[in-house]
């Protein structure tokens, strides 16, 4: 079977945990090791978030502003894409021996229209606390908005049209390669007469590998996160988790704007689009994930919503 795994950005930097390259490569050593346990079953792809990396690297180029101009997004997108790919690539081959694994810088085309340009929404960066927000706001004149109890710097997300470099990638992984794609949602860039153009945006992850989960005919997507199910009122005495859903019905829900809610409308996509299961949970449960005994199924063959 060939599936895409596209960890969080918190699969592999824990809520609150201190953005350094220590931390980082002891969660992707943590990740490698689970994703390892489907070695010799199926093919794998593997895909990844990027909002507390790419947020760090703003803040590291913002704070040389009086002497440098801060590097846009789409190149700290392609910075993070090459650390994070890096750190996978490495780990990957450290429990997989043997295996052919490369990571491959991603470009995805946008729409410089979209509507999302004048509605941020996509998280970058670290969490804040509802003091250090307000400051924020008005010091640099971010755009922040409550993420679960904490809050996040927030950014332009256009929705994923094309992945520029799917046929280098459809070569890759018919070959047999372990393939790193699509990090962080992909390079944003548009399209114009005389070429391709980098765009001050960052992609949904979750959207992003929705899209070339489908272009790269995977049998199953799952989205690993901190969390083992999907949730309703998440947080709350209320909430109640979701065992197997159907996609219409899933869609017809309410989740969080900036964090469930995108993984809901990715997984939901592809199965609406393919007729095949999309799965989202823990990294830890990965295998029974595939097995169907963990996470919360997605599939069109499910009548409404089961609860756990």
């Not at 689970?34 to 990396?53: C, D, T, V």
């Not at 846009?72 to 650390?83: C, I, K, N, R, T």
């Not at 004048?118 to 706001?137: C, H, M, S, W």
């Not at 199910?229 to 017809?252: C, Q, W």
């Amino acid at each position: 079977m060939r599936i895409l795994i596209a960890l969080g950005g918190n699969a592999l930097l824990k809520r609150g945990e201190a953005m350094t390259a220590e931390n980082q490569r002891r969660n992707i050593a943590t990740a490698c090791k689970a994703i390892a346990r489907l070695e010799g079953k199926h093919q794998i792809i593997i895909s990844h978030g990027n909002g507390p990396q790419v947020g760090l690297l703003a803040l590291q180029a913002e704070s040389y502003a009086d002497k440098v101009a801060p590097y846009p997004f789409d190149v700290l997108g392609a910075e993070s894409q090459g650390m994070i790919g890096y750190m996978l690539e490495q780990e990957l081959r450290n429990h997989m021996p043997g295996r052919q694994i490369v990571c491959l810088l991603t470009q995805v085309e946008v729409d410089i229209n979209d509507p999302a340009v004048k509605d941020p929404n996509k998280f970058i960066g670290p969490v804040y606390n509802e003091q250090q927000a307000k400051t924020l706001r008005e010091e640099k004149g971010w755009i922040i908005k409550p993420d679960g109890k904490y809050y996040r710097r927030v950014v332009p997300s256009p929705q994923p049209q094309a992945i520029v470099e799917i046929e280098t990638l459809r070569t890759l992984v018919s070959n047999g390669v372990v393939v790193i794609a699509g990090g962080g949602g992909g390079i944003p860039v548009t399209s114009h007469s005389s070429g391709s153009r980098g765009m001050e945006a960052v992609i949904d992850k979750d959207r992003c590998c929705s899209l070339m989960a489908q272009a790269l005919d995977v049998d199953l997507l799952i989205i690993a996160t901190d969390v083992s199910m999907v949730f309703t009122d998440y947080g709350t005495p209320e909430s109640k988790a979701i065992r197997a859903a159907n996609p219409h019905a899933l869609l017809e829900m309410d989740f969080p704007a900036g964090s469930m809610w995108p993984k809901v409308q990715a997984t939901s996509e592809f199965s609406i689009n393919t007729g095949k299961s999309a799965v989202i949970g823990t990294l830890e449960d990965i295998v029974d994930m595939v097995d169907g005994y963990a996470g919360t199924l997605i599939n069109k063959d499910v009548e409404g919503v089961i609860f756990q």
